[in-house]
Structure formats: C-alpha cells, structure tokens
C-alpha cells in the first residue's frame, strides 16, 4: 500500500523548535516532489513547504519561511520539517503529502494536486 505516516508532533511553548517526519512506503519516494501542509482549526489546509525529488530546490508559505525548513532522506524515504521559533499561530494538524505524478511538479501551492496523504501530527503552540 502507498502510505506516508507522520509523525513528532507535540506541545511546545513559543520560541521553541518541533521536527516533524513523514516515513513514506509502498512507492518509488525519489520520483516525487513533496509537500507539507497544515490545518488550523476553523480553517482549511494550507500550504506550507515544498521539495523536489533531490532536494535542490525548495519553497515555504511567508508565514514560515526563515523559521522552517523542509528536507529529505531518499536513502531513508523520510520527509521533515524543522520548525523553529514556533509561534501559536502555528498550532494546527500538519499532514505531508505527495505530488500526484513522478518526476515533474507544478502548482505546488494547490491541493489538488497531490493524491497521498499522511493522517496528520498535532502541533501545538502555547504557554
């Protein structure tokens, strides 16, 4: 089965750093471009970071970029996210999700267009 599983999520006080991970199985993870996005509540899911297939080519949401950091493991079929300086309007569910097709990405914002999720991993930030 395709399956990407997150996880290290928490309740963090402001300031601090969380790493989220997303474990990928069942497909090919060097073909795909990656994502992660998060769900506040009483508010849709947002995009929040992308990667491609190596690494080499990165991007975040305004409100995050600076203090996250997307990165791969393609050895490992591993996904995270390095997020510091945390702030409470950072607390929501993040899923990981994959691009929809190997190889080639585009609208890396919208969420149609990735077809693999992982369940989410709560991220709470609060004092």
């Known amino acids: 089965d395709v399956q990407l599983q997150a996880s290290g999520g928490g309740l963090v006080q402001p300031g601090e750093s969380l790493r989220l991970s997303c474990a990928a199985s069942g497909f090919s993870f060097t073909d795909y471009d990656m994502s992660w996005f998060r769900e506040a509540p009483g508010k849709g899911r947002e995009w929040v970071s992308y990667?491609?297939?190596?690494?080499?080519?990165?991007s975040y949401a305004d409100s995050v970029n600076g203090r996250f950091t997307i990165s791969r493991n393609n050895a490992k079929g591993v996904l995270y996210l390095q997020m510091n300086n945390l702030k409470p309007e950072d607390t929501a569910v993040y899923f990981c999700?994959?691009?929809?097709?190997?190889?080639?990405?585009?609208?890396?914002?919208?969420?149609?267009?990735?077809?693999?999720w992982g369940q989410g991993t709560q991220v709470t930030v609060s004092s």
């Open positions: 999700a994959r691009y929809r097709q190997p190889l080639i990405a585009a609208q890396i914002t919208s969420l149609d267009q990735y077809n693999v």
């Open positions: 990667i491609n297939v190596d690494g080499t080519s990165t």
